[in-house]
């Protein structure tokens, strides 16, 4: 190899280290501007996110407050308190007519809510028999007008206006309850609940579910985040605040994850009650499942609180 041809090597092998530099400069800052780009637009879909879940959320809580400080509410939840406790004597009930009606109310726990249970838990057999065990007369008297001796299927116990008996109970629970339960069907409610806050007791809900009746404080599901949201709401003293829950799964609804909001319900500057909304998780889902701007693997997912 001649002088001119090593010289001429040494030229283009000189000539290309910038140039393979500064090209390979140019890439790396091309690939970073792609990634901090792609991750802005993933940052802009999370907040996006969020902020329609912070927005459904303040609706809930306009709902339950509006629902609350409804006139018709405050004075059912009023009447509905005293006259859940005279549902037995108004029906002239004894001990042996309570017989009777666990044994109904034992049936639709053992066969119709194990039945559906079974369906939505891949087979598993419902240990109905301690919660059936811990509900007291009232229920037993309330379970069995409303739920086992209702005509209605499952799932479809809220079509009853009013059981066939002749208590001031049943007449109030007439007037009041198709309004609910549309209000219930026009914001998406998975059920909505009028709760004593002495007792605890359910004296209303809309599905007539098992923990129907039942006491917040000393029943079957007192111990579920149902229970919890009651008692906060209970012990809150600001007629304006509302309490949220996380979703958990729960017993009367076959195991789903249910959500509750709480509000109180004032007559005036006494605290009488407590309504409760049971939230379905399905319209979260649908902010989160949304796939646009995601790609083929993106994915969003909605964390709650740890510990």
Not at 213 to 220: A, C, R, V, Y
Request: charged fraction near 25%.
């Amino acid at each position: 190899m001649n002088i001119t041809t090593k010289t001429l090597i040494t030229f283009i092998t000189v000539g290309m280290v910038p140039c393979l530099t500064l090209g390979w400069f140019s890439l790396d800052r091309y690939y970073n501007n792609i990634t901090k780009m792609k991750f802005s637009h993933l940052t802009t879909i999370r907040e996006v996110k969020k902020h329609r879940v912070h927005d459904y959320m303040n609706t809930l809580n306009n709902q339950i407050l509006t629902f609350s400080e409804n006139a018709m509410v405050v004075n059912s939840m009023k009447n509905l308190t005293e006259y859940f406790s005279t549902f037995r004597n108004e029906n002239s009930l004894n001990k042996e007519d309570i017989i009777k009606l666990k044994d109904s109310v034992y049936k639709y726990y053992k066969i119709e809510f194990s039945n559906e249970y079974k369906k939505q838990n891949k087979g598993k057999t419902p240990n109905v028999t301690p919660r059936f065990d811990a509900i007291d007369d009232d229920s037993i008297a309330l379970q069995y007008y409303y739920i086992s001796n209702n005509k209605n299927p499952l799932g479809k116990k809220d079509v009853m206006d009013k059981a066939s008996d002749l208590s001031r109970y049943s007449k109030l629970h007439g007037e009041i309850h198709p309004i609910v339960r549309n209000y219930l069907k026009r914001f998406g409610y998975y059920d909505i609940f009028l709760v004593d806050i002495k007792t605890g007791d359910i004296i209303y809900s809309v599905f007539k579910e098992l923990d129907f009746s039942t006491s917040l404080l000393d029943g079957p599901y007192s111990d579920t985040n149902f229970g919890q949201t009651f008692r906060k709401a209970r012990d809150n003293q600001n007629k304006d605040d509302v309490i949220i829950e996380d979703f958990k799964q729960y017993f009367p609804s076959y195991e789903a994850p249910a959500g509750f909001i709480a509000s109180p319900i004032f007559d005036g500057k006494d605290k009488i009650g407590i309504a409760l909304f049971q939230f379905p998780i399905h319209k979260l889902n649908a902010f989160t499942l949304q796939r646009e701007g995601l790609g083929k693997t993106g994915e969003t997912y909605l964390v709650g609180q740890i510990g």
